[in-house]
């Protein structure tokens, strides 16, 4: 793609930038091959670390991109290479269209004929009812959430009593085949963190990998505490009490470490963005629910597509597009801060940033 102005919005304010092809590249040269796409940024649970239980602002529905657009976006984004798109929330099982969105985001193709692969993170509790058109629509990968596997901690971290649903949930994905199949727990002080072994074992039992993360300053009430937060090397302590952990090589830009467990075949993975940020490898860029592109999950600018999709300029050409994606790639910095003692925290709660 040859050079064409674009105008831009950023923080309101507009932008002139000169559209370049080729792959979206930093300024710190990290490639970016990797966009997650929030599709709506409501949920079925309140999990205490990311929203509040009642007084939510949803997003405004005449805000939301449509199918059309979020296709758009993606195609834009694969042909500058962009090769896999991870569905996320709020839930994205919410989304009425959600079989309708696999579909068309799995049949696009890169510059070389190749598929892009399809990923989704969710809460499980429509899976059952949904899993199979999904496998048929194209869906590649799943991570699915489960922070604890007792009833009563369950329904007070989530303020919802659905266990069952998520259980239920995590057994369809596992019966259904797709690997490697991922659970993810939040690793809390006082909450969770004496399940560290138990939630292992329980992810040996289903063929998945379970991912410990640790609690990042993403809930909507802002109420954050470092020193509350159970760190990786606290995390592999517990299960080093357990198994022999042995480090798995060749992370590439994955943001979970892994380690087999006595030798393997399972592994166990930590996403450590607090106590060790992985930045420097990051290849991943969001795109919001109401179509707003970030490069960092916790970056507090935003780059916004729906002018340039609905009433820009260019009305949505491919350039226009691809201009916003690389100026967002562009304004990437070079780590997410969060050491530092000028740190902000981003103003959108986890479920209306995406995962």
Not at 291 to 316: A, K, M, W
């Amino acid at each position: 793609m040859t050079g064409v102005p674009v105008s831009i919005t950023r923080r309101g304010e507009t932008i002139a930038q000169d559209v370049a092809g080729g792959a979206l590249v930093d300024r710190f040269g990290r490639v970016h091959r990797d966009l997650r796409i929030s599709l709506t940024d409501r949920c079925s649970l309140r999990c205490t670390y990311c929203m509040p239980e009642q007084g939510n602002e949803w997003l405004a529905r005449s805000s939301i991109l449509t199918v059309d657009e979020i296709v758009r976006v993606a195609s834009v984004a694969a042909a500058a290479g962009i090769t896999t798109f991870r569905l996320t929330g709020g839930e994205p099982l919410l989304r009425t269209d959600i079989v309708d969105v696999t579909r068309r985001l799995a049949a696009i193709v890169g510059p070389d004929g190749a598929p892009v692969e399809l990923a989704m993170t969710t809460n499980g509790i429509k899976l059952p009812a949904l899993l199979p058109e999904l496998i048929d629509a194209g869906l590649a990968r799943l991570n699915i959430s489960i922070d604890t596997l007792r009833r009563d901690r369950f329904a007070a971290l989530t303020r919802r009593d659905r266990l069952d649903d998520v259980l239920a949930g995590i057994r369809a994905a596992a019966d259904a085949g797709l690997r490697p199949l991922k659970l993810n727990a939040v690793a809390m002080r006082d909450v969770n963190d004496d399940e560290l072994i138990e939630l292992v074992e329980f992810a040996m039992e289903h063929d998945a990998q379970l991912r410990f993360i640790e609690q990042m300053p993403l809930d909507a009430g802002h109420t954050w505490d470092r020193e509350r937060m159970v760190t990786r090397d606290e995390m592999l302590a517990t299960l080093s009490t357990r198994w022999s952990l042995t480090p798995v090589p060749a992370r590439g830009g994955a943001p979970a470490e892994r380690w087999t467990l006595d030798g393997g075949p399972h592994t166990v993975g930590v996403i450590a963005s607090v106590t060790a940020p992985f930045c420097g490898a990051c290849d991943r860029m969001r795109l919001t629910a109401d179509g707003q592109l970030r490069n960092c999950l916790f970056s507090t600018t935003e780059y916004d597509l729906l002018p340039v999709l609905r009433d820009g300029e260019h009305g949505g050409t491919d350039a226009a597009i691809d201009g916003v994606l690389r100026a967002c790639v562009l304004g990437k910095l070079p780590g997410h801060a969060i050491n530092d003692p000028s740190f902000l925290q981003p103003a959108r709660g986890m479920n209306a940033i995406g995962g």
